[in-house]
């Protein structure tokens, strides 16, 4: 990893509560679910100042993709963008600033993303960190659109139980998707499209 990201890192990491970043462990991991599923085009709901976006964006390095990613926070959105730029990662990253159910309504992300895309399914890899009453929302959007092998990544299934049993009840049983239930940091829910 290059220094100057190595070192971004871990300056984020000292003030990781406060931005409710994920962890160095889960930042890792998906790096490398990306890397290993050579994802090129990315949607992150709920940026804050930019720590899983790094992470994303380090993996869209090697397979050539680009991430999108939306944040209500307009001071915690300039910080990601700064943060993204210290890293010189920031071509690789389009920052949308608005609530996520309300950008998801006009945002046209195909302008985003690579073009060989030949139906009406583009998006690789969702990684949904936000509102934790959105989550089948956000699904209900993601889902049409996720390639087949595409895959959907919640953070917060465990730590979040209470208000997230419903969407892992969904995931679980939805017969388009292998999902499992990981102990991992705050509790991450991966899913893979089957079908
Ligand atoms: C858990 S933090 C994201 C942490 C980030 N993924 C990381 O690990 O570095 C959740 C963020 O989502 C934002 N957020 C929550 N609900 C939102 C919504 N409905 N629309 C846009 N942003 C939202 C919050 O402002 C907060 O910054």
């Given at each position: 990893?290059?220094?100057?990201?190595?070192?971004?890192?871990?300056?984020?990491?000292?003030?990781?509560?406060?931005?409710?970043?994920?962890?160095?462990?889960?930042?890792?991991?998906?790096?490398?679910?990306?890397?290993?599923?050579?994802?090129?085009?990315?949607?992150?709901?709920?940026?804050?100042?930019?720590?899983?976006?790094?992470?994303?964006?380090?993996?869209?390095?090697?397979?050539?993709?680009?991430l999108v990613t939306i944040e209500y926070s307009?001071?915690?959105?300039?910080?990601?963008?700064?943060?993204?730029?210290?890293?010189?990662?920031?071509?690789?990253?389009?920052?949308?600033?608005?609530?996520?159910?309300?950008?998801?309504?006009?945002?046209?992300?195909?302008?985003?993303?690579?073009?060989?895309?030949?139906?009406?399914?583009?998006?690789?890899?969702?990684?949904?960190?936000?509102?934790?009453?959105?989550?089948?929302?956000?699904?209900?959007?993601?889902?049409?659109?996720?390639?087949?092998?595409?895959?959907?990544?919640?953070?917060?299934?465990?730590?979040?139980?209470?208000?997230?049993?419903?969407?892992?009840?969904?995931?679980?049983?939805?017969?388009?998707?292998?999902?499992?239930?990981?102990?991992?940091?705050?509790?991450?829910?991966?899913?893979?499209?089957?079908?």
């Open positions: 990893m290059d220094d100057k990201i190595k070192q971004k890192l871990a300056e984020l990491q000292k003030t990781h509560n406060e931005f409710w970043n994920i962890s160095p462990e889960i930042g890792k991991f998906l790096n490398m679910l990306i890397k290993s599923g050579n994802y090129k085009n990315i949607l992150e709901l709920g940026t804050s100042n930019g720590y899983s976006a790094i992470w994303l964006a380090m993996a869209l390095q090697e397979t050539g993709g680009h307009q001071d915690r959105q300039d910080m990601a963008r700064k943060n993204l730029e210290d890293c010189a990662l920031i071509d690789k990253v389009t920052l949308v600033q608005g609530k996520i159910l309300e950008i998801l309504k006009w945002l046209d992300l195909k302008l985003f993303y690579t073009s060989d895309n030949t139906d009406d399914t583009y998006i690789d890899f969702a990684f949904i960190d936000a509102s934790k009453l959105e989550y089948i929302e956000y699904f209900n959007f993601i889902h049409p659109k996720l390639k087949k092998n595409g895959m959907i990544v919640a953070d917060n299934v465990i730590s979040h139980e209470n208000k997230l049993w419903s969407y892992v009840d969904l995931m679980m049983a939805h017969e388009d998707y292998q999902t499992v239930k990981l102990n991992l940091g705050a509790g991450l829910l991966v899913s893979l499209k089957i079908k």
